[in-house]
């Protein structure tokens, strides 16, 4: 039974990590608030359920749906050509559409208003994140089995990615914003892509096909991640071309993709006259200016600041290059794409937001590398897994720290300089005239491009 626990702790892991962003949950209590869970963008993922559902009414006409001064349930946009919608897709509903349903019989059951936004549905919302928390982490666990890592080593990368990154602040505070249920469709497609590499089993590439779909249906650019496909076991990057597919797999990936986002093209025709949206839907890209330094290392909101465990990364890579060469060139394709084309938006900075959210998708495949390094180490002197331990601790638990940091507003969401990061370390409560240290970002001159 020992032996048994000892091989399997890493699965012992996925529940305490889960069950850690639950706390958070309970701890907060944010469903008890009108504007806590279903908030900000959130509206936007979110209106697709209550407005069909509910009131059937998904072009939110029969009524302004107001339930307080300036406050309304439903929030669209207002397009250059006049008309309204709601300025996100649908894919984060299909993933919310199940606990949606739940919610909506137990608000029945306890006289709850029916109305998609009382205490029952927001409460299901947040287990949702939590639910898909523990989804991404299972299939991370799944895919360093995979590629043979140890259950130590499987049980420290995952510490690392579950409770040392920003993605545990989005399993909890910040849920049910995208970003954890990006994780969860970006694990499952991985290890799904890795199966069918070795397998080629229908199961694999409708799961490599539905997860890919639904995360291009929340944030489009994820539709780089089909490039991981694609050079996933390419040994050279001159061999790429002569990699083949076979039809099947194309035809299922084609029908899959189609059938997903039909949905959506139909909203768009409904509610704005075109299949494709408007005119002013996409927000602008500035390719020819990518923001790294501040995206990165910049204190307003740099990834490797507020998110110091995946410089790992760094170092993985080169380890990986033989321990899981089937890697290689995937990898570092979408990374260095992916990275590039977040960091060019007008908005690189992800509006307030804790971290570098922007890059949360990737980490499923980042765990890859940074198992290479908990491996290497593991084998090394006892100095350095001390060292590694200690420090994978600590800023686990900075982390978490910071996650009620940003909670209580004494991390701000998008106005930190190095100044007040420092002052602010390791204090909880603000300290004295902490807004006026803050640098605002300007959004008008960052929609001009000039960021």
């Not at 001064?69 to 050509?81: A, C, H, I, P, V």
């Not at 909506?104 to 709850?112: G, L, S, T």
């Not at 590039?340 to 949360?360: D, E, H, P, R, V």
Request: proline fraction near 4%; glycine fraction near 6%; hydrophobic fraction near 50%.
């Amino acid at each position: 039974m020992i032996n048994l626990f000892k091989r399997r702790f890493s699965l012992v892991l996925v529940f305490i990590i889960s069950l850690s962003a639950l706390i958070v949950d309970m701890n907060l209590k944010k469903w008890r608030s009108d504007e806590k869970v279903i908030a900000y963008d959130v509206h936007a993922y979110y209106g697709y359920l209550p407005a069909k559902f509910i009131f059937d009414d998904l072009k939110v006409e029969k009524s302004d749906y107001k339930y307080g001064e300036g406050k309304y349930w439903f929030w669209l946009k207002q397009y250059d050509s006049g008309k309204k919608a709601f300025d996100k897709t649908y894919g984060l509903s299909i993933m919310y559409a199940p606990f949606f349903a739940v919610a909506h019989q137990v608000a029945k059951a306890f006289d709850y208003p029916l109305t998609g936004f009382t205490e029952p549905y927001q409460f299901f919302l947040l287990l949702s994140a939590v639910f898909y928390f523990f989804l991404g982490l299972l299939y991370l666990r799944k895919l360093l089995l995979h590629y043979n890592f140890s259950d130590r080593e499987i049980s420290i990368t995952l510490l690392i990615i579950g409770l040392g990154t920003n993605l545990f602040c989005y399993a909890s505070q910040s849920a049910p914003l995208p970003e954890v249920y990006l994780f969860a469709l970006s694990s499952l497609f991985v290890y799904a892509t890795a199966k069918w590499h070795m397998n080629r089993k229908l199961k694999s590439i409708f799961i490599v096909s539905v997860s890919l779909s639904l995360m291009t249906l929340i944030h489009l650019p994820l539709m780089l991640f089909s490039i991981f496909f694609i050079l996933y076991d390419v040994k050279n990057i001159t061999d790429a071309g002569s990699k083949k597919v076979p039809l099947y797999a194309l035809m299922i990936f084609a029908s899959l993709f189609i059938a997903i986002w039909i949905p959506q093209f139909k909203y768009w025709k409904m509610t704005l006259g075109s299949y494709l949206g408007a005119s002013d839907l996409y927000e602008h890209y500035y390719f020819l200016k990518p923001i790294f330094w501040k995206g990165l290392f910049g204190f307003q909101k740099g990834w490797f600041i507020y998110t110091p465990l995946m410089s790992l990364i760094f170092p993985g890579v080169y380890f990986m290059f033989k321990r899981v060469p089937e890697l290689k060139w995937s990898l570092i394709a979408v990374v260095v794409l992916y990275v590039y084309i977040t960091l060019c938006w007008w908005n690189w900075w992800y509006g307030g937001s804790f971290g570098q959210k922007s890059m949360i998708p990737l980490y499923s495949m980042l765990a890859v590398p940074i198992a290479c390094v908990v491996s290497k180490i593991f084998v090394s002197k006892s100095i350095y897994k001390l060292s590694l331990f200690t420090i994978a601790g600590a800023f686990i638990l900075l982390n978490i720290f910071q996650t009620y940091q940003f909670e209580y507003g004494s991390l701000h969401g998008d106005g930190m300089n190095s100044k007040i990061y420092f002052k602010q370390f390791g204090k909880l409560d603000k300290v004295e005239k902490f807004e006026e240290q803050l640098s605002y970002p300007n959004y008008d001159e960052a929609k001009k491009g000039n960021r």
